[in-house]
Structure formats: C-alpha cells, structure tokens
T-cell receptor, first 116, second 115 residues
Framework: AQKITQTQPGMFVQEKEAVTLDCTYDTSDPSYGLFWYKQPSSGEMIFLIYQGSYDQQNATEGRYSLNFQKARKSANLVISASQLGDSAMYFCAMREGTSNTGKLIFGQGTTLQVKP | GAGVSQSPSNKVTEKGKDVELRCDPISGHTALYWYRQSLGQGLEFLIYFQGNSAPDKSGLPSDRFSAERTGGSVSTLTIQRTQQEDSAVYLC?????????????FGPGTRLTVT
C-alpha cells in the first residue's frame, strides 16, 4: 500500500543555513509524483515543489530543491539560506499514476522552526 | 485570479446536528478534492471529483459523510448527525486535471468543532 513517512516531527535551523527535511515513500506503482507543501500557522497549504518518478534530474524551485533517490525511495526537501518566514509545517505527499484518482497521500509532517 | 474559496471558515455545531461545508474551486479546474486534517496531523483524503462525478469516494469515513458537485464547479460536503470525532479542518483543493503532475491548489479550510 502507498505510504509516506516523515520521521522528523520537529526541526530547528539557524537563519541563513540550509536544512534537509526527510521523506520516504512506499509504492509498487512505477509511475508516481512526489510533492512538498508548506503549511504556515495561518493554515493554508502552499505548493513548493514537484518530482515525477521518471524525471532524470532533481527538481529545483528557487531556494527549494528535492533530493530524489529513487532506489532508496526517498524524496528529501532541501531549503537553502533559511529565512524566518520558512518557519512552518512541511508535508511530503505522493500521487500514484496508474490509479483513477489524483488523490494525494500525505505524511504526518515536519515542523520547522528557523532561529534568528 | 481568485483561488479556492471555502465557507464557512469556522463552524461550531452541536453533536447530532447536520452541517454543510462549501467549496468554490478555481475556475476551469475539473478536478476537486476534499481532505480532512485533524489537529497536528497530516491530511486525510476524503473524496475526488472529476467534473460532477466522484470516481473515488474511498476516503469517506462513514455513511454520515456525503458530497456532491454541481455544474462542474461548486462542491458541498455534508456531514449528518455530527460526532465529536468529526472535529477537524476540512480542506478543499482543485487542479486542472487528475493527472499525476497536476498541482493541487488548496483553499483556506473550514474548521469544524462539534461540541
């Protein structure tokens, strides 16, 4: 069964430093997509980055990059040059390609706190 | 352009009452999703609409939960005979399609409290 695991309930990082948020997944579907969302204390879900299972290169979006290791089934989010506004909950999610639904399966999230 | 909107933003109801939660997706988005987020937890899928049909209702927790979508746009999630365990934030999302790479845009959510 498809599953997303985020093993870090909480993380701290110093402002301007880089931080890696871990995500591992489990699926038997060869076609899938991996997503990261940010949820600030205000509650909205903000899309950050997407990685497809057949993408040859790791995805990057500004200060966000995804360290995709297919054989290890991991899709870690790297945030470079952390800012105070990065303090939020971060969710890793997966969508399987061969199902008839586009539903996302979410991990339990990691709370990131950026220290000044 | 306008994002996904949900109403009400907060709803407090007594146990046993029925509630209706509304979602207005982004115009032109054919796929619509409902999720539920309990305090401090990840999001739990409830139901997926493609147009007005719901090919995946597998996440609805009981027959007290139902949803419909009309005109390929607005969706309503109805919870009958609410229970305290129904207390959560209900999030709606829409996307251009149900394909694997389509980003889902989320609304602000409805916080439901059952007393």
């Amino acid at each position: 069964a498809q599953k997303i695991t985020q093993t870090q309930p909480g993380m701290f990082v110093q402002e301007k430093e880089a931080v890696t948020l871990d995500c591992t997944y489990d699926t038997s579907d060869p076609s899938y997509g991996l997503f990261w969302y940010k949820q600030p204390s205000s509650g909205e879900m903000i899309f950050l980055i997407y990685q497809g299972s057949y993408d040859q290169q790791n995805a990057t979006e500004g200060r966000y990059s995804l360290n995709f290791q297919k054989a290890r089934k991991s899709a870690n989010l790297v945030i470079s040059a952390s800012q105070l506004g990065d303090s939020a909950m971060y969710f890793c999610a997966m969508r399987e390609g061969t199902s008839n639904t586009g539903k996302l399966i979410f991990g339990q999230g990691t709370t990131l706190q950026v220290k000044p | 352009g306008a994002g996904v909107s949900q109403s009400p933003s907060n709803k407090v109801t007594e146990k046993g009452k029925d509630v209706e939660l509304r979602c207005d997706p982004i115009s032109g988005h054919t796929a619509l999703y409902w999720y539920r987020q309990s305090l401090g937890q990840g999001l739990e899928f409830l139901i997926y609409f493609q147009g007005n049909s719901a090919p995946d209702k597998s996440g609805l927790p009981s027959d007290r939960f139902s949803a419909e979508r009309t005109g390929g746009s607005v969706s309503t999630l109805t919870i009958q005979r609410t229970q305290q365990e129904d207390s959560a934030v209900y999030l709606c999302a829409s996307s251009l399609g149900g394909g694997i790479s389509y980003e889902q845009y989320f609304g602000p959510g409805t916080r439901l409290t059952v007393t």
